[in-house]
């Protein structure tokens, strides 16, 4: 599967390190919000959307704690849900292309490969030296059935960030090009 990227650029494993810090939470939601974190990180997200319900109900909709939400979405495979969160996080902070990604993971699966490839094709407009932005539309474009612009992205993504190589030699995605590889 193309990269997730929403909070950490980790390449499948869920997103743990949240860094959006727009309305600091206080005692006792830090705590809970810290423990939801935990839980994401030992992969029990049933667990950590408990201890987000402990939040304030007024503070839940602070971007620190929607951000550990795409985690538990992402790890619950709740895709309608991780659509709604990203595209709002993403209408949020405009400049953080983590959200712009998981909002066109999200809805690859909620609606279709072609209606996430819309996302990205405009964001890339918009952050055109990200190489992440190229990778996952090559494996939109490879899944597709059209190799050549596929190709093309990934040739732009690993010019970007070399780094991107060993992921597409991994990712089924991409299968079709393995070979030209």
């Given at each position: 599967?193309?990269?997730?990227?929403?909070?950490?650029?980790?390449?499948?494993?869920?997103?743990?390190?949240?860094?959006?810090?727009?309305?600091?939470?206080?005692?006792?939601?830090?705590?809970?919000?810290?423990?939801?974190?935990?839980?994401v990180e030992l992969g029990m997200f049933a667990d950590a959307a408990d201890e987000l319900e402990k939040i304030d109900p007024l503070l839940r909709a602070a971007p620190e704690v929607l951000a550990v939400r795409v985690a538990i979405y992402h790890g619950l495979k709740k895709w309608d849900l991780l659509q709604v969160?990203?595209?709002?996080?993403?209408?949020?902070?405009?400049?953080?292309?983590?959200?712009?990604?998981?909002?066109?993971?999200?809805?690859?699966?909620?609606?279709?490969?072609?209606?996430?490839?819309?996302?990205?094709?405009?964001?890339?407009?918009?952050?055109?030296?990200?190489?992440v932005i190229k990778y996952n539309l090559a494996c939109y474009f490879c899944q597709l059935g059209d190799l050549e612009t596929a190709k093309n992205y990934l040739k732009r993504a690993f010019e970007i960030d070399l780094n991107w190589r060993m992921q597409a030699l991994e990712d089924e995605d991409l299968k079709p090009l393995w070979d030209s590889l």
């Open positions: 599967m193309c990269a997730v990227v929403a909070v950490n650029r980790s390449f499948g494993s869920p997103p743990v390190s949240v860094t959006v810090a727009r309305m600091p939470l206080e005692e006792p939601d830090r705590q809970y919000w810290h423990a939801a974190l935990g839980y969160v990203a595209q709002k996080l993403a209408e949020y902070e405009v400049q953080n292309i983590d959200w712009i990604i998981s909002y066109a993971y999200a809805t690859r699966r909620v609606e279709s490969i072609k209606a996430a490839r819309k996302i990205l094709l405009n964001a890339e407009r918009k952050f055109p030296k990200e190489a």
